[in-house]
């Protein structure tokens, strides 16, 4: 008797789609990624001596008295207000800014290379050794912030090189995974990266005011590496190579793929991609997107602690619930874009420049919005939560279109695109230092939000006029025969 639930949780479990575990080890991965993404933007905030303004908003007696200082940081003597965390470091705005931008610095040398590297090599070990070296990474945080300011700043772009991996694999391995009637949720259990700062901000809020600041990095660290010995375990390069998948999902993943993924091993054609008018037009839509997502990213917890005053526990809560409601849209939109596509209400092309208004032209105009919403915390939270919340619509326009152009590779085109869009990661940082250099007040923000809302709205009307959701004709290797050709006729047909 004792053993008939257990029987029947196993066959239940033996039931469910190996592509399904697939996506869920997708969605950890961007999770935990994430968590030591994004933890920065908030510990950096106990790890450096509040400025004057900001002491001032959390109690009006400070002692300034500095009672002991080196070339690395200096120890200063406050009232019980300002609390101990953990040792407080001598860096300034600019400092601060070279520290959550170097992240971006590293990400970007191997974001590039990454999808070719992962269509050559497949993208299973390339992203379980990439969480394994981050999670090593951040467990040494602490440690490199003690050797000073440049240690600390070489630990965050080694940190960015193994994230810069990350996505262009998941997007072979998407490519590989997902039926095209599925693709957008699968698209969407990437962002479990927004799941991740969602966890983070709150979670390192909570450790640094219980257990200092040093904590905040371990605790991340611990459970990546437990989702890294999961991600061996369950995860392959592609359905052929999983050793239990069952053949009747095997056979449909196969049939439902039909040309467009060759079975050969292939270089990307870079000078046709480099021409492509409809790439182009997506490379500059997801720069867009990437803005508004990294400078929220980054500057968030600072904005919400500077300038609407909260401490670091509830700043961390609220910065994280822009991300909570993108990403309850971004399953709630990819669903709806699978949807619309398997009933072929409308072609391809039409979705993807459609569901722009709500990606980039909403947000956009949310962050106008915040600039004449006065100086209200929580309206301005509220903002700031529609406006990524509306963005969440991502995984059906920028996040989902390199594997409309070219299925062969996705992780190619996803690599580049991420190349030139994650340079927002550390120009946002400095437009925000070069704004707030002086003071952090609203006045200073609206500069910043006013940017912000530009780099959304104008790619997105750069994509509408120029954007497609057709099969390009360099998907296909030279060799190609004539049942492949016809089958992008097909398929650029159905796009339009």
């Known amino acids: 008797m004792v053993l008939n639930p257990l029987v029947h949780f196993i066959k239940a479990i033996g039931r469910i789609p190996t592509r399904f575990n697939i996506a869920i080890m997708l969605f950890m991965s961007c999770f935990v990624s994430y968590m ?20 001032q908003k959390i109690s009006p007696v400070v002692n300034d008295t500095i009672v002991g200082s080196n070339s690395t940081f200096v120890v200063t003597m406050v009232s019980p207000a300002v609390m101990d965390y953990g040792p407080r470091y001598n860096w300034s705005s600019h400092d601060q800014s070279l520290i959550l931008g170097a992240y971006f610095y590293g990400y970007l040398l191997l974001s590039l290379p990454a999808g070719v590297l992962a269509e050559r090599f497949g993208g299973r070990n390339m992203v379980g050794v990439s969480l394994a070296l981050s999670a090593l990474l951040t467990a ?22 193994c994230g810069g991996v990350l996505y262009p694999a998941l997007h072979n391995l998407v490519s590989k995974w997902a039926p095209p009637d599925e693709k957008g949720k699968f698209i969407s259990a990437l962002m479990g990266g927004t799941f991740g700062t969602m966890v983070t901000w709150p979670l390192v809020g909570v450790l640094i005011e219980t257990l200092g600041w040093s904590f905040a990095f371990y605790v991340p660290a611990m459970i990546t590496a437990i989702v890294t010995a999961f991600w061996f375990v369950l995860v392959a390069d592609s359905p052929s190579k999983h050793r239990h998948i069952k053949k009747e999902e095997l056979e449909y993943i196969e049939k439902s793929m039909g040309d467009t993924i060759s079975k050969q091993k292939l270089l990307p054609p870079v000078g046709k991609v480099m021409t492509s008018v409809p790439f182009l037009a997506l490379l500059v839509l997801h720069f867009g997107n990437l803005w508004g ?7 968030a917890p600072k904005f919400m602690s500077e300038v609407l005053g909260f401490k670091l526990a509830k700043a961390g809560f609220l910065s994280a619930l822009p991300y909570l409601a993108r990403a309850m849209a971004a399953f709630g939109f990819g669903s709806i874009g699978d949807y619309l596509r398997k009933k072929s209400f409308f072609a391809v092309t039409t979705l993807r420049k459609s569901f ?6 909403i947000p956009g105009l949310f962050l106008v919005g915040l600039i004449y ?26 996040l989902q279109n390199s594997q409309d152009l070219a299925p062969n590779f996705a992780g190619t085109l996803y690599g580049i695109i991420n190349f030139v869009g994650t340079t927002a990661g550390f120009i946002s940082p400095m437009l925000v230092a070069h ?22 709205i104008v790619p997105a009307l750069v994509f509408i006029l120029f954007g497609s959701g057709m099969v390009q004709k360099w998907n296909e290797p030279e060799q190609s025969n004539e049942p492949s050709k016809k089958a992008i006729a097909e398929r650029q047909a159905a796009a339009w």
């Open 435 to 456: 704004f707030t250099a002086e003071q952090s007040t609203m006045q200073e923000w609206q500069y910043v939000f006013a940017i912000g809302a530009a780099a959304y």
């Open 36 to 55: 030591l993404r994004v933890n920065m933007s908030v510990n950096i905030l106990a790890m450096v001596n509040p400025t004057q303004n900001t002491a």
């Open 356 to 361: 722009c208004l709500f990606s980039h032209i």
């Open 373 to 398: 919403a006065g100086f209200d915390p929580y309206v301005c939270v509220a903002i700031i939560t529609l406006s990524l919340g509306f963005n969440g619509a991502s995984t059906m326009t920028n």
């Open 293 to 299: 997502l990294y400078f929220l990213l980054t500057a």
């Open 140 to 161: 040494l945080t602490p440690l490199a912030a003690t050797y000073g300011l440049w240690v600390i700043v070489a630990n965050r772009a080694l940190l960015g090189v």
